[in-house]
């Protein structure tokens, strides 16, 4: 093999991470990458044209990804958030930035939602302080507290945060009684369980490092542009789709039928394939067929249909797969990993060997033949001490050797040699200019796809900043390194063929967030590898949000939520074509959808032309309203659990079924009892009939427009024909007008939401929590416009049932003058439980009408 | 603050700052926590309006630069220049370099732009803050080296070389050597455009004179620029070569040797392959003795086993009479068919049948035991698969003659490489293959005394 002849010149300092005092020139800029020092200069090279090294650009042919498969039937929950987790009062603008986490929230929100698992077995070893039956106490113990009584006084008030709570000496003899037990068992034995569990949630929404090496793969087919895409879809991951695609350059692929799937016994973490029998040119160098592993399979290899061999990583199972010429998949071996596996690689050179990385620190080798053989183990990280219990293994060009990597760095073990020795091929110090606080995410073989056109030794190793190519030839100094500047962790990434002979081999480097980076390496024989030209950035999937018709806030949020869920899979495949080279690029997100993206190279980037920037086509946005509908089909994720509101059950009870009613008030408490929205035509009434007048439509109020049509359920339409609309010639309103429009609107709209009148009941919570909402103080309209509007916007039948419910509802308790009712209240109101509620309506029912409250 | 400018911070500035980097319980430093901190940020202090649109646009850049949209990144530069009045002293100190790292890349692949706007900005970045000074200039002379302006590279790095500022600093001084480095390049390359007019004239010309003149005075100027740096650790390939070749040149045999033998076997270098051939093709010019340039090229094995100069090691411990460089011989053959990159290589699978034949015939079928132990079980199926046997013959038929002859010889006539290509029907071959057929008869280890 040849070794490039002049390395390019590099300082090499020995230390820890970011402690050195030697100046990084390794890499200032990226274009320094392109500039090759010469062994000599020509003669006369003064008057030669700068050879400036101009990119290769991909262009995509839409400006996103567009969804390749129909969404999958089960609903998708995106988990937590850092809202969830991080501490939110109080932030501080700091150059640090210092993320605090939310225990006691969290801890407040348990006792409420789960009182009863968080007190009932005390509440057991205490039962004989509880008298749970009869009137009064006989007992003369002050230990002993009637619960009847108890439940009397606490009722009434809301506890949390409340100002007037009322404390009865019941209570603060139970208070006192209670306290010391309540307060700190609870609050110790699991307070520490919820910050263990909350730290680790946070780090793992840091950094998920479970999908590391991504869990979509592209199996080559029969015929060069057909192939299969392998990839666990389904709410837990854990179905193996094997999805036949058709791809056909300059259009959008063919998915041939229906994915098959097969249902594991685990979430799919990793799924790496690699052709057997050397299809083509790229895997000639792969030798044995498989006769030598399956007794079944077809003695006589025809080297044009290969068949595949896949790895599967799932948390605490690895397993071999077999795919046939025919496409057929088939287990060959499951293996179990106690401590849990974190990296599974196939080997390019043997096929069916495997290397799998267990959280315990050991390494071993996998043949479905020989079984198991450890060839290493450290509980310990490679270079200095890290908690991460993440390795990862790789093969190197030598079948023999593997590389052994961790957080820390990455190692060469000779599986022969005795254990635990080997040469460091990376160190996390000062030898590659690490930064402190840098750590390895990912490393991966480069030289697996043939040694043509690179040097077959190359090593990939991201972290979080940097990427580096490391040369197993000369271990410790990084032959490249580049700054990705990607926003979420790079976990992923892809070294292709090379589009065209003599054109450099792309890289692709995928963010967790789904942002995605296109380089360009080059350096064969005796040059150097280095990068051609300037990297690239590539449409993530959150661009495609404009392909898809506009929608209700909460489809949309749905949607969005949907198109930004984490990166957890990325193959690519490079179809046959004529004149110019495309490349099809497939994402599978963690919601279990496959998108797809064409990309052509651009034919020659002249000087002067501005990159053309691609627009959606009407098939494009076609197939995304397709995807959309049967997205939004898919029932929203139900959530694990949610605090109980008040149950409208109980209320309906209280209504003395009136014969002579007429039908809507029965549309409503049907409507109750199924817990559903009330609809118009749950009231029996046309819809059209039904639409409340707007209030005060003026020419151009655009906001009632729109929320009119929104009540009527026809948004996108409205949107269309607002589209329509604005293309034609140009209004320009005057600001002011503008202006007073959009306060009329807003009046118009309180007035809506204001319900109250003087005979009225004050505002539910519900009703209140947009007005809690900072708002511009808005004068408020008189009373007598209120009403008017509000006895517009509701028909007259409606008016009364409206007011019958509202009566019904249950009120605040003796707030004093709960003018305001605070945001936070009104929540916590909102999560009552249901019990307590009851007795607020039996205790608070009297005085239902209420002098108005609220502006 | 963003990120990017975080990431930018020396660690001496880090420690100025006094204030450590720990984000979270592993040590382990997230670019993207502040992202996530944003996201709950509600009320309390935020951060500055002009730090807010300094750090939009440094953003806003960096995605036209992913885009190749140098136009509009050139755009949004020119308000990032704001960012030299910010109130906050320490972004003030990082800004420069961030901005030459930025411009620098717009300015080299923007449609528009030339060496002279490229001079002009690195002129005054240079001046900008004093830290940037150096690494400025530094690649601002490569940039006029890569695009021909040798002279304008000299003279910029001349300037560089005498600058100081304040107390000198190891890092300063690693800079400056560096530089002086450079500038030695580039005064080689001078030197060899003027020995190649040399050579093109007579000796006897008066003009020879003067040139030879010229070339010493070079030559001095250059040992000095360069020599400093080559001591300090690290791969300083062209430097090494360039000077050796002047030293060579000039007679100074010793002094080159003693460069390269430096170079190659200091431990505090990182264990560079180009050293030691730099100083094998050295000895070997030299004419160095033969056991000389075996214990260079023993350790070149050591670190490159796949290294295409193991060829040559290979013949030389074959010409070896010593007993144990035979054996060696014929380890170092096998060490380089381990490699997946040399799987294809003729010349390797020719001598390994070759001096397998030699070393079977020799009755040292331990020695060959020994080596093939530790391959046996995987041999096969990277070597000699059915597979690869029909491959190997339709691409290569000399190539699939070597390989089977091996096969045999190792794994018996039993062997499906071997039975494949015996089979064949070769007119060329036809007697190739009959030979190979009695060798493997003969010699092969599996049925030893047959």
Not at chain 1, 25 to 40: G, I, K, Q, Y
Not at chain 1, 200 to 224: H, I, K, M, S, Y
Not at chain 1, 239 to 263: A, D, M
Not at chain 2, 138 to 145: G, N, S
């Amino acid at each position: 093999m040849d070794f490039p002849s002049s390395l390019p010149p590099s300082l090499f300092t020995t230390g820890p991470l970011g402690l050195s005092d030697v100046p990084d020139v390794s890499f200032m800029c990226s274009w320094r990458d392109a500039l090759t020092l010469p062994e000599s200069l020509p003669q006369g090279s003064e008057n030669t044209a700068p050879h400036v090294a101009k990119g290769l650009l991909w262009e995509p042919d839409t400006p996103g990804p567009l969804p390749l498969l129909p969404p999958g039937p089960d609903p998708w929950d995106p988990g937590v958030t850092a809202q969830d987790l991080l501490f939110r009062g109080g932030y501080q603008f700091r150059r640090q930035p210092q993320a605090v986490l939310d225990v006691s929230e969290q801890l407040s929100r348990f006792l409420w939602d789960h009182g009863d698992i968080a007190f009932a077995p005390l509440g057991k070893l205490m039962l004989e302080n509880f008298k749970l039956e009869g009137a009064r106490s006989r007992s003369k113990k002050k230990t002993v507290v009637s619960v009847k009584r108890l439940l009397q006084d606490l009722g009434g008030h809301q506890p949390w945060g409340c100002p007037w709570a009322y404390l009865s000496h019941r209570q603060r003899r139970f208070s006192i009684l209670g306290g010391p037990i309540l307060s700190t068992s609870v609050a110790s034995l699991l307070g520490e369980l919820l910050h263990e569990e909350l730290a680790l949630r946070w780090e793992q929404l840091l950094l998920d490092d479970a999908f590391t090496g991504g869990a979509l793969a592209w199996v080559p087919g029969r015929t060069p542009g057909s192939g299969q895409l392998v990839y666990p879809a389904g709410g837990a991951l854990d179905r193996l789709y094997f999805q036949k695609v058709n791809l056909t350059p300059g259009s959008e692929p063919r998915v041939l039928g229906g994915p098959g799937h097969i249902r594991l016994r685990g979430p799919v973490r990793q799924v790496v394939t690699r052709t057997v029998q050397g299809e083509g040119k790229a895997h000639r160098h792969l030798p044995c067929p498989l006769t030598d592993l399956l007794p079944d399979s077809d003695p006589d290899p025809d080297p044009l249909h290969p068949s595949a061999l896949l790895a599967v990583r799932s948390d605490y199972h690895c397993a071999l797969w077999k795919v046939s010429k025919q496409g057929q998949p088939a287990p060959l071996q499951v293996l179990q990993v106690e401590k849990g596996a974190t990296g599974i690689s196939l080997s390019p050179h043997l096929p069916g060997e495997l290397a799998i990385c267990s959280r315990s620190g050991a390494i071993c080798l996998w043949t479905p033949q020989d079984g198991l053989q450890q060839i290493y183990k450290d509980p310990e990280t490679l270079v200095f001490r890290d908690p991460s219990p993440w390795r990862w293994a790789d093969f190197t060009a030598h079948p023999r050797v593997l590389t052994v990597g961790d957080r820390t760095g990455v190692k060469m073990v000779d599986t022969q040699g005795p254990q635990g020795c080997g040469l460091l091929l990376f160190r996390g110090g000062a030898e590659a200019s690490c930064q402190k606080g840098e750590r390895v995410l990912l490393t991966q073989y480069l030289g697996e796809c043939g040694p043509e056109c690179l040097h077959p030794t190359l090593h990939l190793i991201c972290t979080q900043f940097s990427l580096y190519l490391v040369d197993e030839r000369l271990p410790l100094v990084p032959l490249l390194k580049w700054n990705h500047d990607l926003p979420s962790a790079p976990l992923l990434a892809r070294l292709l063929p090379p589009p065209r002979t003599g054109l450099p081999r792309p890289l692709l480097l995928a963010g967790q967030g789904g942002e995605l980076q296109l380089l360009h390496i080059a350096g064969e024989g005796a040059s150097t590898p280095r990068l051609a030209g300037p990297p690239q950035s590539l449409p993530s999937r959150s661009d495609s949000l404009s392909a898809f018709a506009p929608l209700e806030p909460k489809s949309q949020w749905r949607l969005q939520e949907r198109l930004t869920a984490p990166a957890i899979g990325l193959a690519a495949a490079i179809p046959p074509s004529a004149n110019t080279p495309v490349l099809s690029l497939f994402q599978l997100s963690a919601a279990g959808d496959v998108f797809h993206q064409g990309l052509h190279l651009q034919a020659d980037p002249g000087p002067d032309s501005p990159a053309p920037t691609a627009s959606w086509t009407p098939q494009a946005t076609a197939s995304c309203s397709r995807w959309l509908k049967a997205l939004l089909e898919v029932p929203p994720a139900p959530p694990v659990w949610a605090a109980p509101t008040f149950s409208h059950r109980r209320l309906l009870g209280c209504f003395e079924p009136q014969k002579a009613e007429s039908k809507a008030p029965e549309g409503l408490r049907t409507a109750m009892a199924k817990g559903r929205l009330l609809q118009l035509r749950d009231l029996g009434l046309l819809p059209t009939e039904e639409r409340a007048p707007a209030p005060e439509p003026g020419p151009e109020d655009e906001l009632s427009e729109r929320l009119e049509a929104a009540w009527e359920g026809q948004a996108a339409a409205w949107w269309e024909r607002r589209r329509g609309s604005s293309l034609g010639p140009g209004k320009q309103p005057k600001r002011h007008k503008r202006r007073t429009q959009l306060s009329n609107t807003f009046s118009s709209l309180s007035g809506r939401l204001d319900l109250s009148d003087a005979a009225s009941p004050p505002p539910s919570p519900e009703r209140t929590l947009p007005a809690a909402r900072p708002q511009p103080p808005v004068t408020p309209p008189s009373q007598e416009s209120t009403q008017e509007l509000w006895a517009r916007a509701v028909p007259s039948e409606r008016q009364q049932t409206l007011r019958d419910y509202m009566a019904e509802l249950p009120l605040q308790g003796d707030a004093p003058g709960g003018a305001s009712v605070p945001s936070s209240q009104t929540s916590s109101v909102r999560a009552t439980p249901s019990r307590q509620r009851a007795a607020v309506r039996s205790g608070s029912q009297p005085h239902c009408k209420k002098p108005r409250m609220g502006f | 603050m963003s990120d990017f400018s975080e990431e930018l911070i020396r660690p001496t500035t880090e420690d100025e700052q006094g204030e450590p980097r720990a984000p979270s319980g592993t040590g382990m430093c997230f670019p993207w926590l502040q992202k996530h901190i944003e996201t709950i940020a509600t009320g309390g202090k935020q951060e500055k309006d002009f730090a807010q649109t300094t750090s939009a646009c440094l953003s806003l850049i960096q995605e036209a630069l992913l885009k190749h949209q140098w136009q509009r990144a050139a755009e949004y530069m020119h308000s990032y220049f704001q960012i030299l009045e910010d109130s906050d002293s320490n972004k003030r100190q990082i800004a420069p370099e961030i901005i030459w790292r930025l411009g620098s890349e717009i300015l080299y692949y923007h449609p528009k732009s030339s060496v002279e706007t490229f001079n002009t900005f690195a002129d005054r970045m240079k001046n900008i803050g004093v830290m940037n000074y150096l690494k400025i200039s530094l690649q601002h002379a490569l940039y006029l080296l890569h695009h021909g302006m040798l002279e304008d590279a000299n003279r910029n790095l001349s300037q560089a070389e005498t600058w100081r500022y304040g107390e000198k600093s190891s890092s300063q001084e690693v800079l400056i050597n560096l530089i002086q480095a450079y500038k030695g390049l580039l005064q080689y390359y001078i030197w060899s455009k003027k020995k190649m007019e040399l050579s093109q004239l007579d000796e006897d010309d008066y003009a020879y004179n003067t040139a030879s003149q010229n070339m010493l005075n070079h030559s001095w100027k250059t040992s000095i620029n360069l020599c400093a740096l080559i001591q300090i650790p690290g791969v300083w390939d062209p430097f090494v070569k360039s000077y050796v070749e002047m030293l060579e040149f000039y007679g100074d045999q010793d002094g080159a040797r003693e460069v390269l033998t430096n170079y190659a076997y200091d431990e505090k270098f990182p264990s560079n392959p180009n050293a030691h051939i730099y100083l094998y093709n050295f000895l070997k010019r030299e004419k160095a003795p033969r056991e000389k340039l075996i214990s260079v090229l023993k350790i070149l094995y050591q670190i490159v086993p796949s290294h295409k100069l193991m060829l040559e090691f290979h013949r030389l411990l074959r010409k070896s009479e010593n007993e144990e460089h035979h054996k060696l011989g014929l380890e170092v053959l096998f060490g380089v068919l381990d490699f997946a990159g040399c799987t294809k290589n003729i010349t390797a699978w020719k001598y390994l049948a070759k001096y397998l034949r030699q070393t079977l015939m020799g009755s040292h079928l331990a020695w060959v035991q020994e080596e093939w132990n530790s391959r046996k079980n995987w041999w096969p199926s990277f070597h000699f698969s059915y597979f690869l046997a029909k491959s190997d013959w339709k691409e290569d038929k000399a190539l699939a003659c070597e390989k089977a002859l091996v096969a045999g010889l190792l794994l018996g006539k039993g062997c499906r490489y071997f039975r494949n290509i015996s089979k064949q029907d070769h007119q060329v071959l036809k007697k190739k293959i009959k030979q190979m057929k009695k060798s493997v008869k003969k010699y092969s280890i599996v049925n030893p005394g047959l």
